[in-house]
C-alpha cells in the first residue's frame, strides 16, 4: 500500500468531520433561533444586549471591550458586540440574535471535542452538544442573545481543564475556552481547585498553557473586581455564587418550575439540599475522571 492510499482514508474522515460539524453548527444556530416562538429572538432586542453592550459598543467602540460590567469582565459579549457600529439600527435585533445563537453553537461544538477523552461514545457527545446548544437551564428566558452566552462558557471551560491536550491544536482549543470562559464570568474561579489539582499532577507544557490561559483571566478579573467598588445589583462576588446555585444547579435538579416553587415558599435554604446533590455529583464525576 502507498502513502497515498494510507493518507487518503485520513483524509476523508477529516473532511466528513468537517462537513458533519458545519451541519451541527447551522442545526444548532437554527434551533436556537426559532427555540421561541413569540416574541422571537432575532425581532426583539434581549436586557443587557441592549442596555450595555450595544450602548457601550456604540459610544466607546472597541474601549468597551475593557469596561467592567457589574465590577467584571464580560470579555465574549463585549467582543460580539464590537461590529454592532457597522449594523443599522433596524437590523440590530437581527445581528445580536444570530451572534448569539452562532457563539452558542460554536461553544456546543467544543464541548463536543473537549468531552472525547471522558465520553467515548459519539453519539452521547452528540446529544451533551446538543444540550449545550439549546441550554434548557435558560430556555424560559432567551438563547439567542450575547448575555447569555457566558453560561455554556462556564460549563465549556471545566472540560478545557481537565482534558489532556495532544496537539496544538488541542492546546488552542484548550487555551481559548479557559481564556474567554474565565474573562467572561468570574463565577468560572469555582473551577481553580480543579486547576490547581491538574497544575500539580501534569508536567506537560501543554496543559500548563491551558491552565496558564485560565490563570491569566482570572489575575485580570481579580484586577478589575479590586479596583471597582459597584458590583451590581447582587452585590460582592458572594452573591453570585447564590445566583448560581439557585439559576444553574437548582433548575437542573429540580426544573425550572420545581426551582420557582422552592424559592418562593422558602428562598434559597430549600433549594441548597439539591444544589449540594448537584454538586457532589459533579465532583465524583470529576474525581473518577481525573
Do not use: C
Not at 27 to 42: K, V
Amino acid at each position: 500500500m502507498t502513502a497515498t492510499h494510507a493518507i487518503a482514508p485520513q483524509a476523508q474522515a477529516r473532511i466528513r468531520g468537517w462537513i458533519l460539524g458545519f451541519g451541527a453548527l447551522v442545526l444548532f444556530t437554527a434551533g436556537q433561533l426559532f427555540y421561541r416562538a413569540s416574541p422571537a429572538s432575532y425581532r426583539s432586542v434581549f436586557a443587557e444586549d441592549g442596555s450595555i453592550f450595544f450602548h457601550d459598543a456604540m459610544h466607546d467602540g472597541l474601549s468597551a471591550l475593557f469596561r467592567p460590567y457589574n465590577g467584571y469582565l464580560v470579555t465574549v459579549p463585549r467582543l460580539l458586540a464590537v461590529p454592532l457600529a457597522w449594523v443599522p439600527l433596524d437590523r440590530v435585533a437581527d445581528y445580536l440574535a444570530l451572534a448569539g445563537a452562532l457563539a452558542g453553537s460554536l461553544v456546543a461544538l467544543a464541548v463536543y471535542k473537549l468531552t472525547d477523552q471522558a465520553i467515548a461514545s459519539r453519539l452521547l457527545r452528540a446529544a451533551l452538544a446538543f444540550a449545550v446548544a439549546l441550554h434548557p437551564v435558560l430556555g424560559y428566558e432567551n438563547v439567542a442573545n450575547i448575555t447569555n452566552v457566558i453560561w455554556v462558557l462556564i460549563f465549556a471551560v471545566f472540560w478545557a481543564l481537565i482534558r489532556k491536550p495532544t496537539t496544538r491544536g488541542d492546546v488552542a482549543l484548550g487555551a481559548g475556552v479557559a481564556f474567554l470562559g474565565m474573562g467572561s464570568s468570574s463565577l468560572a474561579i469555582l473551577f481553580l481547585p480543579v486547576a490547581a489539582w491538574i497544575l500539580w499532577n501534569r508536567r506537560d507544557w501543554q496543559s500548563r498553557t491551558v491552565i496558564g490561559a485560565y490563570g491569566l483571566a482570572l489575575l485580570l478579573q481579580a484586577l478589575v473586581y479590586l479596583t471597582n467598588t459597584y458590583h451590581g445589583p447582587t452585590g460582592p462576588s458572594s452573591r453570585l455564587a447564590t445566583r448560581y446555585v439557585v439559576r444553574v444547579l437548582s433548575v437542573t435538579a429540580l426544573g425550572v418550575r420545581g426551582a420557582a416553587t422552592l424559592w418562593n415558599s422558602g428562598g434559597e435554604i430549600r433549594l441548597a439540599p439539591f444544589a449540594a446533590g448537584v454538586a457532589i455529583a459533579i465532583v465524583v464525576l470529576a474525581a473518577i475522571y481525573l
